[in-house]
């Protein structure tokens, strides 16, 4: 049927899928047909976890990069259909919903779409790369009346809910100092300095592009390879570095903590000083956040793994009557002399991935919203943007919640940018 394939190829393209295919509502013995967009690592996990639901059905699988895509019809026993283009899942009226684990810059296009065309979905982190995506993609999540949850996990893992439980509780005393940190090790090469050169064959490396700027092939760029974690997130082009990367699942942690607060400025301190390849963000990074009612700081650095802790990730709450530590392996509290609060040291009993699938595929029958809801992590990566912000416009950046404008307008061009036709994003 080549005209119907014209059709919703060109139907999709134009954003009209929503009123041509109206997503059908679920019953409650119904399994949920889903889309996974992006197959790489991120996606392939993600598959991998959905398929471990008993509620979902992989129905399609889809990828730019032939492949993946190859890979991931397999990783289904070749029951999910492999497709190039993600417009035809967003026409299919047999999908109920999409994973969407394609690089950074991708993220709030489709899920606007997917939103638009009656589909529920689950988008990994960080979901924007500037502040204005994340405000578009909150706004077609309630005008479309969807659930979307962000891929932010340890929101739905146990020891990361106690311990924000435990931070509300007092029993930390006043909280006014946190502290998040990722190290790593990197050499000075870092990932070097290949050449701009043709594409791979099998890569559409123009859809990779898609809304991000038209730039020649170069292999940090594309960063695929199986001996290293994605490359592209190092590109201003595709993603935020470090600070939307990691530091996006450690704040994303304290302000649940509490209570969803955000920062009201933001300064940032860093550089290139010891990498020599051709990415693009600092290895060396200290940001400071200013809320209401405490401070907290992001630290990143490339050259050097070593904690005064012994974690080479975490999040430090600080609080009159003790401090504690927590990452994905559990939570420990030091008691300040004299407070009267007791040690604890407490084992995670799950990373929170099967946890957070199984509360988004509750959440598309019930219709509630999430617990790592579009809007909450719109809330945390506008803080991790605002990061960003301070550290390329050298400013320090004040900020108002409650608008979600920044004062300072040298600092206001970071906030937005406009994509590559034909991708604007239409709410």
Not at 308 to 317: N, S, V
Not at 376 to 382: F, I, P, R, V
Not at 384 to 392: D, F, P, Q, T, V
Request: positive net charge; glycine residues 6%; charged residues 25%.
């Amino acid at each position: 049927m080549p005209e119907r394939r014209d059709f919703l190829k060109a139907a999709a393209a134009a954003g009209l899928t929503t009123n041509i295919f109206p997503r059908l509502a679920l019953g409650a013995n119904d399994k949920v047909r889903m889309g996974f967009i992006g197959m790489g690592a991120m996606g392939s996990g993600n598959l991998k976890i959905a398929m471990k639901q008993e509620n979902l059905v992989p129905a399609a699988v889809c990828d730019v990069y032939q492949p993946y895509l190859e890979r991931a019809v397999a990783t289904t026993n070749g029951n999910a259909k492999g497709v190039r283009d993600f417009r035809e899942i967003l026409a299919d009226k047999s999908i109920d919903a999409v994973c969407i684990s394609t690089p950074d810059h991708w993220h709030a296009y489709m899920t606007v779409e997917a939103c638009k065309a009656g589909k529920d979905v689950y988008v990994e982190k960080p979901i924007s790369v500037t502040i204005e995506e994340g405000q578009l993609m909150v706004k077609a999540a309630r005008k479309y009346n969807r659930v979307v949850q962000a891929g932010t996990m340890q929101r739905s893992a146990p020891n990361f809910i106690e311990a924000c439980n435990i931070v509300r509780s007092g029993q930390l005393g006043d909280v006014t100092y946190c502290r998040t940190w990722n190290y790593a090790a990197n050499k000075p090469e870092g990932w070097g300095t290949p050449a701009n050169s043709e594409p791979p064959k099998d890569l559409d490396w123009d859809m990779w592009l898609g809304p991000a700027p038209r730039r020649d092939f170069n292999t940090n760029r594309w960063g695929i390879d199986p001996k290293r974690w994605s490359t592209f997130r190092y590109f201003w082009d595709y993603a935020g570095g470090w600070m939307t990367d990691w530091c996006v699942h450690l704040l994303d942690i304290v302000q649940m903590a509490f209570d969803e607060t955000m920062p009201t400025s933001v300064t940032a301190l860093g550089d290139r000083y010891i990498l020599k390849d051709n990415t693009e963000m600092p290895d060396t990074l200290q940001v400071s956040f200013q809320y209401p009612k405490f401070v907290a700081v992001y630290e990143n650095r490339q050259y050097n793994s070593n904690s005064l802790i012994k974690h080479g990730y975490g999040i430090l709450f600080h609080g009159t009557k003790a401090t504690m530590f927590v990452d994905r392996a559990g939570y420990q509290i030091w008691p300040e002399e004299g407070s009267g609060v007791l040690p604890v040291e407490s084992k995670a009993s799950s990373a929170g991935n099967m946890e957070h699938w199984a509360n988004f595929l509750d959440c598309i029958k019930t219709r509630k919203r999430p617990n790592a809801d579009v809007e909450l992590n719109h809330k945390t990566a506008t803080s991790c943007h605002l990061g960003n912000i301070a550290y390329r416009s050298k400013l320090r950046v004040d900020f108002d919640p409650a608008t979600e404008r920044i004062a300072q307008a040298e600092a206001r061009k970071y906030a937005a940018r406009e994509n590559r036709k034909p991708w604007k994003i239409v709410v």
